[in-house]
Nanobody
Framework: QVQLVESGGGLVQAGGSLRLSCAASGRTFSSSAMGWFRQAPGKEREFVAAISWSGGSTYYADSVKGRFTISRDNAKNTVYLQMNSLKVEDTAVYYC?????????????????WGQGTQVTVSS
């Protein structure tokens, strides 16, 4: 079992930066692949970024590639999402998710545990 709590969301102007954190509890965090998803109003939840258990492999949605960076610190049971050059269209609730396996995944159904989400609002 893994419990996830996101933090770091907020209001930022376009072009600015935010860093989201996801604190995990549970003995299996270090062997779990992790991901970030987001859901904008009226839209389906979509994949943003994923990282393997070791941090050695990462994958990004095309819409955030080159602007967002996912990382993890297994000693702190925390995964991060550094978001730079934010755009208005990045506005959404951002969710942290964990898999039961060590391999990264890119679809919602591949993830077994979810946080409650943190709001990111980018203003023009």
């Amino acid at each position: 079992q893994v419990q996830l709590v996101e933090s770091g969301g907020g209001l930022v102007q376009a072009g600015g930066s935010l860093r989201l954190s996801c604190a995990a509890s549970g003995r299996t965090f270090s062997s779990s692949a992790m991901g970030w998803f987001r859901q904008a109003p009226g839209k389906e939840r979509e994949f943003v970024a994923a990282i393997s258990w070791s941090g050695g492999s990462t994958y990004y949605a095309d819409s955030v590639k080159g602007r967002f960076t996912i990382s993890r610190d297994n000693a702190k049971n925390t995964v991060y999402l550094q978001m730079n050059s934010l755009k208005v269209e990045d506005t959404a609730v951002y969710y942290c998710a964990a898999r039961r396996t060590s391999m990264l995944g890119t679809t919602l159904t591949q993830y077994n545990y979810w946080g409650q989400g943190t709001q990111v609002t980018v203003s023009s």
